[in-house]
């Protein structure tokens, strides 16, 4: 089984809410970025989402934007990404990791030869936000179990939902606001009818991402969703502490907590 | 795979979940419009008393003379607001109104399609966003300030390279927000479906007056028919209705910036490969890690690192040929019809012009061409007068 499915589903069977941070992979370097999964996986994070960078963020509020372009300054690239990730798997980290990536990074690399990577390298799952159900089938006819394409819903998305959950593997990642990446709290004025439409149709986890920063964010929606995830907080939170594992170890312990008891 | 996205292997929807059913909206009501005698009465009545339509086909005879073969131009310069751009941009307003939205944005590189979206906007009572890099702000002042007194709002966009590219991805972040009630208008041939396709409907006026007037004046069809390409506006309303004429030849002159040798160039079907950017798939200057590449032209409107897809399926299927012409070419050929003609092209048509007048080495005196004189310079005496002094320019 998939690590995403394995560790979603135990969650689930043992009520517990799931709790997945993004970052992005090279910010500031690769051993920072090693540095932090680790901490992260030792403070109980159940998924990591790794951002390669990409010149070209649609999808990215200023936060993500700025932290792509810094990381590919300092030479991020999607080679590099995966011999991290490689290295990582090496040294036994056996958290679920999922990349967040543009689909010109992956038609750039080939997406056959992308797909024999990700097997290769330990990551078990893709985000890929402009890639919507129509334009998948190139990609995925590579993909096998190991690497799941995760899907996406908008607020938006009403009739759409039941064809692009039909399809849905690992988690379904619900987007909570309208946009981009990073509007703190920010969510769409249909949101909670949104979830529970989502949570009842859906028969994996329901994650919501997009302009979440603590627990208490969520605690309206906690019984529509299966847990949260985070991204432009903890960047900021990164660069603000200057990138410190303790901090980013302490956040994670901390918002799985919340989570938790938000749900008691 | 939505199969009628794409052209050949280009096209398709590249975008976010949330945007999918902005599109499939924006598409029907495409559609119906298009199907729509009264919608079409109305547009075409804006084109004419509004945007001054037809433009001439002018018969440029001293440039004729000089390079031995019968030199048409199209004018679109003498659109109002100084470009093609306005064509498009009543189309799609049109549509929006039609819709019900009381917002539009857009994104500009030169500042054309920003103008004539401000334009349009100011005409039809709307709100009116407009994205611009700000290098592109600072080497397009006069456009600016236009936008600003037709009442638009100018956001300068400070990310990546702070031009077209950017201010494009800018927009799209902003619609994917405010999709509800706001319409978006993509000047260039690019974008997600239906885009590419509605850009090519509202332009392709163009062919349509050109192949007509042609007609009148030469008893067939035209030889050669020739436009600039950056994004391909200008280009695929020229071709438009050409294409099925397949004893025309079609030719897109990208720009080759400082010569495609240097590495500084915008000639994505030269030297790109098959990308995605801005919703679409289509040829696009990457890196080797496959980021998109910045372009370089000293024509602000041709400054773009992708091409519509549908000039990339012209391509691939050989039915048009591209090529590109280096920033000085564009200049000497700027220059040569300001003094034989007396006309003002933009750096941007320049291109356009600089190629007829090499290719027609390749023609007798009886054939004849036609070239697309998509703009007008005035827009850019600054960036002409620095390159005259030798002092450079921007980028």
Known sequence: ???????????ISNGVKSFITYMTAGLPNYDTTKKLVKAQ???????????????????????????SFEAIQNGATIDKTFAMMKELREENVNVPIVFMLYYNTI???????????????GIDGLIVPDLPMEEQDELKTFLSDDTILIQLVSPVSNDRVDQILSDAKGFV?????????????????????????????????????????????VSPFISDIDGAIVGTHFIDLMRTSNYDSKVASDYVTKFKQDLNNTNK | MNQKAYYGKFGGQYVSESLMNTLKEVDEAFEEAIHDPKFMEEFHYYLKQYVGRETPLYYAQRLSEKYKTKIYLKREDLNHTGAHKINNVLGQILLAKRMGKKKVIAETGAGQHGVATATGAALFGMECTVFMGKEDIARQKLNVMRMEMLGAKVVSVESGSNTLK??????????????????????SAVGPYPYPKMVKEFQSVISREAKKQHYEVEGRLPDVV?????????SIGMFADFIEEKDVKL???????????????????????PGVLHGMKSYLLQDENGNVQLAHSISAGLDYPGVGP??????????AEYVAVTDMEAMDALMELTRLEGIIPAIESAHAVAYACKYAANMTENQSMIVCLSGRGDKDVHTIADYLDGKGYLN
Request: hydrophobic share 40%; proline share 3%.
């Open chain 1, 1 to 11: 089984m998939n690590r995403i499915e394995q560790r979603l589903n135990q969650n």
């Open chain 2, 226 to 234: 020739m436009a600039c390409v950056g994004g391909g506006s200008n």
């Open chain 2, 310 to 319: 549908e000039h990339a399926f012209l391509k691939d299927s050989k039915r």
């Open chain 2, 251 to 273: 030719i897109g002159v990208e720009a080759a910036g400082k010569g495609i040798e240097t590495g500084e160039h915008a000639s994505a079907m030269a030297l790109g490969k």
């Open chain 2, 166 to 187: 950017d201010a494009t991805n800018e927009a799209i972040r902003t619609w994917a927000k405010v999709a509800e009630d706001t319409f978006y208008i993509i000047g």
């Open chain 1, 41 to 67: 996986e030792e403070a109980g994070i159940d998924v990591i989402e790794i951002g390669v960078p990409f010149s070209d963020p649609i999808a990215d509020g200023p936060v993500i934007q700025q932290a």
């Open chain 1, 107 to 121: 038609l750039h690399y080939g997406p056959e030869e992308f797909a024999v990577q990700c097997k290769a390298c």
């Open chain 1, 173 to 217: 990642y619900c987007v909570s606001s309208m946009g981009v990446t990073g509007q703190a709290a920010d969510f769409h004025k249909e949101v909670k009818n949104y979830l529970s439409m989502i949570k009842s149709k859906s028969k994996i986890p329901v994650m919501m991402g997009f302009g979440i920063r603590d627990a208490k964010d």
